[in-house]
């Protein structure tokens, strides 16, 4: 048994000093929350292999023998007191860098780019702000197949604002984003792994977080909370690009104001039925 936890532990340290696995290339600002993971991972590695390689120490020192006694100590203030510390400093080594990083996750700087993610069974789809720069109001009871995201039709903000139902939303390149996320049902959680920064969309309110994409590419987006039984379909796609790009493509989308509904809501089930079976 000694021998067998010895093993667990030097190979728990190989595996992951040795693993292909590894996260997907970061393509935001947020290496900080890879910075953290990382001390999290050394702390919790080295208290890991410090206790199995003690157990497997006991076991064998203090392995039975024939007329050898265990002697009983129920209590030692000394071994305590130093658990304690030892286990206060630890924890404090594991949330500090938590905390510093949290402080940065909630401040979003004052350019930043506002854009809505909409989540529901199971889809994204997006808003962007027109030539005014700001987001007009939006509520549940606009929704209709010509008002997809239940803009308001009364606030004069929401006319220009481009509508992305469904399609794949496209960032520019080196500027702070600032994504405001709501639910049209349950909870989703919108996710980019090369982002690192996520959030969960919580039905009757609105959270946000921020990012600024550092590389281009068109990388998926996927609920990250387990949404109902196609939670596993539920995927987008977000492409960052150069400035010049973006506003090409950004002039060719339809504003609120001139979006013409499609026979959306068959089809696009039954596109979804569609994949669900190829995935399946």
Known sequence: MALILVLIALGSVAFH????????PIASNWGYIDTTL????????????????FVAYC??????????KASYEPESRRLEGWLTAVTAVGVAAMLAPGLAVWAQFVRVPAN?????????????????????????????????????LGLDPHDPASKDDV??????????????????LRSFDVVHDFYVPEFRAKMDVIPGMVTY?????????????????????????????????????YRSWLDQQKTFSNFAARPERAPRDA??????????
């Open 59 to 68: 076991v064998a020192r203090f392995r039975h023998r024939p007329g050898q």
């Open 163 to 180: 509508i992305l139902d469904g399609d794949d939303l496209h960032l520019p390149l080196g500027r702070p984003v600032k994504a405001l």
């Open 112 to 148: 930043a780019a506002e854009v809505e993610i909409v989540a529901q069974q199971w889809r994204w789809s997006y808003r962007l702000p027109g030539a005014d720069g700001r987001l007009g109001a939006a509520a549940t009871e606009f929704v209709s197949d010509e008002n997809p």
């Open 209 to 245: 977080f921020w990012f600024t994409p550092t590389r281009s590419g068109t990388f998926e987006a996927i609920c990250n909370e387990v949404c109902g039984v196609n939670h596993y379909a539920m995927r987008g796609r977000v492409v960052v690009e150069p400035e010049p790009q």
């Open 17 to 24: 000093l040795l693993s292909p696995w590894w996260w997907t």
């Open 38 to 53: 990382i001390i999290t991972f050394w702390i919790t590695g080295a208290v890991f292999t410090v206790l199995v390689l």
């Open 271 to 280: 596109a979804l039925r569609r994949r669900v079976a190829d995935d399946r």
